[in-house]
């Protein structure tokens, strides 16, 4: 690229602002987190042990940590497996060229304003136990009503699907703007090379949107990693027992409930690694089946 | 082309079954609000509207405060979207206009990274840097650490790559400096993108919930998303449901007026919609 401005000082100066926030707030306090992570607090909080690896030793030989584990990891690929398939297919849906689906695309891309905790509140009223709708319904069904803050696996099945709807909008969003990209000249070709809805869905729309799926993919694992919390705060405060305690909601009970700073430090380093790793891994899996054009 | 028929009857008819499914609870909330103590308990369930939808919103709005609770959110949403507007604008400047200069790649990298980086990551330190710097509790906890931007950065910089050198020389020559260049040329051309970031971060920042739930301890600087754990707190005993839900619906309409404004712009800056 040739210099266009000759001025030296320049792109420093205009990068100024952003990277004293970036290291301030970001990388300071993120390398932070790893010291704090060797450190345990005294009980009465004013002083620090070293205390080596022990708080990682802990968390991972403790079953209340590896049962959050479990959980999120559940919570994440349900989220993230429903979300996608079905935005997709809403996606293609909303894309055909039909008089109306304007309007369609208006009101399902509303969701995409609500936030998890407005969308907990709103889910927690229809599976409300007494008086919800859903209830109602099952009943009007003949089906014994629910009660999912008494019965853990029901809890974790209305989280997933709390968490799939709030991102339902987004995801409709992106993948909207990823279909603009998928020429229709070869859609009509295959059409009329006798293909049927189904075999192009699968063999050209699929694979020409694999770049916005990625880019969704790591963005909804993100959100289902650590966006959740207003959630989960608004709808089961981790319960019943500890059975919708997903690792963000748990490093927060420990970090500002028990006030335990080496231990939920820990956990925000083990975070890290975990997303690390899954992102690693997502880009090694989809690289040969990403289909860049 | 001939349309065909029976596909389109199945693309609305799956869509119709869509909306509902999906807008049902939407319906159903927005309805709640709308009915009086004795019709929100009643049994089986009110489908349609009451006619207390007022009554709700103004013993919501005493209840927690909401007035100050959303004034609160507005400010916080309207500056962290500006700020990283401005912020990712300049930096995205500095990475097209101004060729090669010593780490350039490293400040790109380190401006991504912050995609790396959530907030429960560092969740701890801020809180404690937050105290260092005595910030527990004001706006400036709840709005500088969010103003760096790799989205935008990212957005404006490909923009950006898009102008032709050529017009930048051609600004030089005429003896317009960086800035004015970057003032008259680059951002009137970044209209869309502006809108559509600026939709994309209010929205974000109106949504946050974790950071403002351990930073703020004053009801005077909680923001809505606290506001409704507040009145779901307060109403435990027995859930009055209409209450809560006058609460969510006015904690869900400030984004979706943002969304509406700005929804042309945002739907051309996706790409969704020609521009007219």
Known sequence: MQRRFPNRWMPYLLLLPSLVVVVVFLVIPSIQSVYLSFFRMSPFGDKMFFVQWQNFQNLLTSKDYLGSLWVTLVFAVCVVGLGLSLSMLLAVLLNQKLRGLYFYRTLLIWTYALSPAVAGVIWALIFSPSSGPFNYFLKLLNISPINWMTTPSVAVLIIILAATWKMLGYNIIFFLAGLQAVPVELLEAASIDGATAVRKFFRITVPLLSPTTFFLLIMNMLYAFFQVFGLIDVMTKGGPGNATEVLVYKLYKDGFVHFNTGLAAAQSVLLFVFVAVLTVFQFRFTEKKVFYS | ?276
């Open chain 2, 1 to 276: 082309m001939t349309i065909n028929r029976k596909k389109a009857f199945w693309v609305y008819f799956f869509l119709t079954v869509a909306l509902v499914v999906i807008l049902f609870p939407i319906y159903y909330a927005l309805n709640m609000s709308t009915l009086s103590d004795s019709e929100a308990y009643s049994y089986p369930p009110r489908f349609l509207p009451g006619s207390h939808l007022f009554q709700n919103l103004s013993r919501a709005w005493n209840t927690v405060h909401m007035g100050r609770l959303l004034f609160n959110s507005a400010f916080i949403s309207g500056t962290v979207a500006l700020a990283k507007i401005f912020l990712s604008i300049l930096a995205a400047f500095a990475f097209t206009f101004f060729g090669e200069f010593k780490g350039k790649f490293f400040f790109f990298a380190m401006i991504l990274v912050t995609h790396m980086l959530p907030l429960p990551v560092r969740i701890v330190p801020t809180f404690e840097l937050m105290q260092t710097f005595r910030w527990n509790n004001t706006y400036y906890a709840l709005t500088i650490p969010f103003f760096a931007s790799a989205t935008g950065t990212l957005l404006f910089r490909q923009l950006f790559l898009t102008v032709p050198a050529s017009l930048a020389d051609a600004a030089r020559i005429d003896g317009a400096g960086p800035l004015r260049f970057l003032r008259s040329i680059l951002v009137p051309l970044s209209k869309t993108n502006v809108g559509a970031l600026f939709l994309i971060e209010f929205v974000y920042m109106w949504n946050e919930y974790l950071w403002p739930l351990i930073i703020t301890s004053s009801n005077d600087m909680r923001v809505v998303q606290i506001g409704l754990k507040m009145l779901l707190a307060s109403e435990a005993q027995a859930a009055d449901w209409n209450i809560i839900m006058s609460g969510t619906l006015l904690a869900m309409l400030p984004p979706l007026i943002i969304l509406l404004v700005f929804q042309n712009t945002f739907m051309v800056g996706f790409g969704l919609k020609e521009e007219k």
